[in-house]
T-cell receptor, first 114, second 115 residues
């Protein structure tokens, strides 16, 4: 059974603070994707990481894929109220058909207080 | 910007009835997926579809479920005889092939309520 655990489950911080969200698994993934989901809406893709040790930046968001491709982190610098939402990581394995089924983590619900 | 669309946004049905959820993937994508999310739980993989056949399916995707790509644009999920536990948000996703083909883009979802 593939299991992706995210921590913390809930995080409430003041505007301007930094934070890190973790995504851990005992399985090795071909790629790992980070999504953000608003209530009642579909997940919105933020970034995909593929190579072990890879670091990607998206404005104030920094994503890192672990060297062994089992874990990932999302770091937000100077959080703003607009960052409030549910952050999901999802691991994928490439299939011979080219499809890659995603297995989602449990999510981290972030609240940034103005 | 191209996006995945889904209809209806909300479907209410009685237990035992058949429902069809519809999706229009991004036009140049070749891989299609259905996921579901029961309220308060994580997103779960149901099925992937490529080249007009199922690529892989999860344990959730039993004989009550089927998928079809009836024409060049639509991708449907059918539940033959709905159960109360089928109530959930159903998300369609699609991905392209080749470089970057592993990125999946999700639709806004269909909320299915079985009464």
């Amino acid at each position: 059974t593939q299991l992706l655990e995210q921590s913390p489950q809930f995080l409430s911080i003041q505007e301007g603070e930094n934070l890190t969200v973790y995504c851990n698994s005992s399985s090795v993934f071909s790629s790992l994707q980070w999504y953000r989901q608003e209530p009642g809406e579909g997940p919105v893709l933020l970034v995909t990481v593929v190579t072990g040790g890879e670091v990607k930046k998206l404005k104030r968001l920094t994503f890192q894929f672990g060297d062994a491709r089992k874990d990932s982190s999302l770091h937000i610098t100077a959080a703003q109220p607009g960052d409030t939402g549910l952050y999901l990581c999802a691991g994928a394995w490439f299939l011979r058909t080219g499809a890659n089924n995603l297995f989602f983590g449990t999510g981290t619900r972030l609240t940034v207080i103005p | 910007e191209p996006e995945v669309t889904q209809t209806p946004s909300h479907q209410v049905t009685q237990m035992g009835q058949e429902v069809i959820l519809r999706c229009v993937p991004i036009s140049n994508h070749l891989y299609f997926y259905w996921y579901r999310q029961i309220l308060g739980q994580k997103v779960e993989f149901l099925v992937s579809f490529y080249n007009n056949e199922i690529s892989e399916k999860s344990e959730i995707f039993d004989d009550q479920f089927s998928v079809e790509r009836p024409d060049g644009s639509n991708f449907t999920l059918k539940i033959r005889s709905t159960k109360l536990e089928d109530s959930a948000m159903y998300f369609c996703a699609s991905s392209a092939t080749g470089t970057g083909g592993y990125e999946q883009y999700f639709g806004p979802g269909t909320r299915l309520t079985v009464t």
